[in-house]
Each structure stands twice: as C-alpha cells, then as structure tokens.
C-alpha cells in the first residue's frame, strides 16, 4: 500500500476510499453509500464528496448525476495498459538497483523476504502485503524517484486485477516458483548482476498473476503464475 502524508479529512477519505476500491473491500460495480462512508470515518458528507471527485478524476469511481456513485467496473483494457508498463519500468528499475542498491538496500530486502509467502488464496491478504514489500523494496534501491512514484502507482491500480488472478484455478495451487523468484531477485541485486536482474523481473512479470487475469479474459489456457 502506498504511505500517504494527510493534510485534511478529504485526503484521509481519499487514501481509504482509494484502498478500499484497490483491494476489493468495496466491489466493482458497488454503490458508494457515501452518508454511510462518511459516518464511519467520523467526517461530514463534504470531504467525502471532495475525495470521490478525486477517485472520480482517476476513473476509480464513475459519477451518476449529482449525487450518485458507483465504483467502476473492471476494466481489463485498463489491466493491459498497466501490465505493460509495468513490463517496461521495473526490469528497469532492478537493472538500477543492481548498480546503486546501498547496505540499507540490501537489509530492506532481506527483512522483507523473511515474511515472504507463496502468494495463494490460502494466505490471502498476509502474502499479498509480504510479496508487495519485497517488489517495493527491490525497485526502491533503484534511487530514482519518478520510476519508485510509477512503480507504486501501477502496483496499486492492479491490485484489483492481480486478486482476479488470485481467484483462477491456479491461485489455489500451491506455486513455489514466484517464492523462488523472489529470493533469486534479492540474490542478484545483492550481487550486483545487473542484467541477470532485469532478465529474471521480465520473465516475473510475464507470468504475473495480472497476466494470468488477462490470459482468462482473453480466452486463453490459464496457466500456473507467480505475482
């Protein structure tokens, strides 16, 4: 999940409206019951209605009139968009963190690989934040701000698409090679082998489970994928 830094009740709902929708807490397609929404969050209707025009503007959430809101559907032209910049910027931000990742790098990734889990519907939610954390923790020894900034944004707007994946008969599998992975990941960043690094992430990437959702949605063979 991406750290926000809270300026007003409008930012709070945003960050936790936005979150929900990314994790599936609010479904797609679902009403925004927004006197409900704000009285849970101890807020008046006024920042609510301020951070839905907000997620309105990122095409999280579809407008209906004055008043009305629905979260927007799934939109898997939008998952190919997001899949395939991905494919370009974090083979490239692995390649950078070879070359500049620092001792503190380095401990990051080991700590985060040590609550690593298979990320299968068994583990649910604790092996989704592990498996983030270590991606996060890998491209951030990148040092370069506006790929870190992308890579967090992309990882968030296909949390929706990577839990569709989640759901496919492979998500019940017990698939060990995405776990693997990530430990080799960490191995050759460490080392410093730049372009092994950015060889493996694409190879990662391609059976992404972001993949295996568009794979279903097209029509293709479903295939075992890692995260």
């Known amino acids: 999940m991406t750290t926000y830094t809270f300026t007003s009740k409008a930012d709070v709902a945003y960050a936790q409206i936005r979150q929900q929708i990314l994790d599936g807490s609010l479904e797609a ?6 006197y409900e929404l704000a009285a849970s969050m101890g807020i ?3 920042p609510l209605r301020e951070a839905i025009r907000r997620l309105s503007g990122e095409g999280l959430v579809l407008l209906e009139g004055h008043r009305n809101a629905r979260v927007a559907a799934m939109d898997f032209e939008e998952a190919r968009q997001l899949f395939e910049t991905r494919q370009a910027l974090e083979p490239a931000a692995m ?3 070879a070359v500049r990742r620092t ?7 080991n700590a985060a690989l040590e609550s690593l889990l298979p990320v299968t519907r068994q583990w649910g939610e604790v092996a989704l934040a592990a498996h983030r954390e270590v991606h996060q923790a890998l491209y951030t020894a990148s040092h370069n701000m506006v790929m870190i900034r992308m890579l967090n944004d992309l990882w968030d707007k296909s949390d929706r698409y990577r839990r569709a994946g989640l759901e496919l008969p492979s998500g ?4 060990t090679r995405d776990f693997e992975e990530h430990h080799r990941l960490v191995e050759l960043v460490t080392e410093g082998d730049a372009d092994a690094a950015r060889s493996l992430t694409c190879s990662h990437i391609a059976n992404s489970l972001t993949a295996a959702a568009l794979d279903a949605h097209e029509g293709r063979t479903d295939v075992a994928a890692t995260v």
């Open 29 to 34: 397609g679902s009403a925004l019951a927004q």
């Open 172 to 175: 019940g599998e017990p698939r």
């Open 103 to 109: 001792d503190a790098d380095i401990a990051r990734m």
């Open 95 to 97: 390649a950078l963190a």
């Open 44 to 46: 008046s209707i006024t």
